[in-house]
């Protein structure tokens, strides 16, 4: 969890205070940890499924497949936890920025 908040830090430029990333951290961090306890029973038979079919360019095609669930997953979780940072109720205990709904946008 650790991690991921302080990566969230890092790559948002520290523009956002630590707290308001601590959903985002708790999401990602739960959401890859089951990702990976699934992995031990999903992926030794998707590859060898994948190599028995396709030979070793399958292989290839499993690893990319499963490392884009987790990609995936890691952004889902990390955008969910923006969301769920600017609800009312964890942004007064959070102190997050106020949302920029209805914000005109600057343009060209």
Not at 6 to 21: E, F, K, S, V
Not at 24 to 47: D, F, H
């Amino acid at each position: 969890m650790a991690l991921w908040w302080w990566t969230q830090h890092l790559l948002l430029g520290r523009l956002i205070a630590r707290l308001p990333l601590l959903p985002g951290a708790l999401l990602t961090a739960t959401a890859l940890t089951a990702l990976s306890l699934t992995a031990r029973l999903y992926l030794p038979r998707a590859l060898d499924r994948a190599l028995a079919d396709y030979g070793p360019v399958g292989s290839v095609f499993a690893a990319l497949s499963w490392l884009i669930v987790v990609c995936v997953t890691g952004t889902v979780a990390v955008t969910a936890g923006a969301v769920l940072a600017q609800e009312p109720f964890l942004a007064r205990h959070l102190g997050s920025p106020p949302p920029r709904r209805g914000a005109p946008r600057p343009g060209p």
